[in-house]
């Protein structure tokens, strides 16, 4: 991982390996972009993969697509053409995720990319939105757990992080996201209500989408 050198024994759908490096396997890589496509419209897992069966699309193994392997799809960052290294572990001959445990290597522009990062970050908040509106959860851990927001927002400022508030009394209560470093007096900037910044981010992610279509 250090140096570099770590080979992948099997490559995600769309990737192959050609005179033994990473390449894009076009084919595939066409129903990759359609599912990340797909989710930024605002379709759910359970509704691209039985799309994808129903049109008869071929997966790499079985006949079939699972909504596991399109959760994993849309939540790969390999897609992007960066690799996070150690993701996983074993120990005593299990597998286990790594929640620290170990170092990991995150490596920009490992190989050629199938969707942009902007496409990736966004189609992956705009699952987790959709999960939250259902109240379905991602993932079981702690940081899945965070607010939609959560990490998202830096002040134009000083660069903090935002925080999520709750502002108001009684029925006049409304939820909003302030500066960390205003909260303690250290910084200017106010804060944005929430429905705000949700608006302004479906703006920005229909303005994708539709780049993407022409």
């Not at 390449?23 to 595939?28: D, G, I, L, S």
């Not at 939105?129 to 109240?135: D, I, N, P, Q, V």
């Not at 996201?177 to 909260?183: G, R, T, Y």
Request: glycine share 6%.
């Amino acid at each position: 991982f250090m140096n570099g050198t770590y080979k992948f024994s099997t490559l995600p759908y769309g990737y192959e390996y050609v005179n033994g490096r990473i390449a894009v396997k076009e084919e595939e890589a066409k129903v990759v972009r359609r599912i990340f496509k797909d989710a930024l419209s605002g379709k759910g897992v359970e509704r691209i993969t039985q799309e994808l069966n129903k049109e008869g699309v071929v997966p790499r193994k079985g006949l079939r697509w699972s909504e596991s392997t399109v959760r994993d799809i849309l939540h790969n960052e390999k897609y992007t053409g960066d690799v996070l290294l150690q993701k996983t572990y074993t120990d005593n001959f299990t597998k286990r995720r790594n929640r620290g445990e170990k170092d990991k290597y995150f490596v920009e522009n490992h190989h050629d990319a199938i969707i942009s990062r902007e496409e990736f970050e966004a189609a992956k908040f705009a699952l987790a939105k959709r999960g939250e509106e259902k109240g379905i959860s991602e993932d079981k851990d702690k940081y899945a757990r965070r607010y939609l927001f959560s990490g998202r927002i830096k002040c134009h400022e000083c660069k903090s992080s935002f925080k999520r508030r709750t502002h108001g009394t009684g029925d006049n209560k409304y939820i909003a996201w302030c500066c960390k470093k205003h909260l303690k007096k250290e910084c200017p900037m106010l804060f944005i209500r929430e429905k705000s910044i949700k608006k302004a981010f479906l703006v920005m992610l229909n303005k994708l989408i539709f780049a993407h279509e022409y």
